[in-house]
């Protein structure tokens, strides 16, 4: 059977569009369906991205917020007397001691009474140089309440006591402390404590 010129044309023509779509049609529509996952794979990176984003502002929100708890317990914008009767209170039973007597008063004027603090910064590590703030500026920070207690017992209980201040979640300082006679008995002493309890 033979074929007319007209039919080998067609079959030519056929052949080479044939050709070109191997060649070059086929490789473009590949090309495009990997660009569209592609597109997917990365719009999925960026959600993942973006719900990682959310958590760690979540993170940071909370880590703000116990931070903010954390400093106004260390120096509260008000003396807070009821919660700092508790504390003193507490650490005095908790340590086996007996608080007789507690007696508040203001410092108006802390400008002056800066010297332990100033001293507690530099065994920190901090040099007089790197202290930019001055000394009147530091006094407006903070204000200053002296607290002065009588305690009795034991004197292993009041070394345990005085760590329990030092670690005291209220930033507190012991600036005196003096210690009475002891009881053959009871062998208990009466102490004698003045601190300074800082707050805004």
Known sequence: MRLSKESLVVISCLGALALVAAIFIMPAFDSVKASKQTISDNQAVLEEAELFNQKIAGFN??????ELERL???LPKQEELPVLLIQLEGLATSNGLIMESVD???IEDNSKNLQSRSS???????????VV?????KAQLYKILLVSLKLNGGYNEFKNYLKAVEKNSRLMDVI???????????QSYTFSVNLQVYYQ
């Open 61 to 66: 929100s909370q880590y703000k917020k116990d």
């Open 72 to 74: 106004l317990s260390v």
């Open 176 to 186: 005196s402390l003096s210690m009475g006679g002891s009881s053959r008995i009871s």
């Open 104 to 106: 508040f008063s203001k």
């Open 133 to 137: 703030l001055s000394q009147k500026s």
């Open 120 to 130: 507690f910064e530099s065994e920190d590590g901090l040099s007089a140089e790197s």
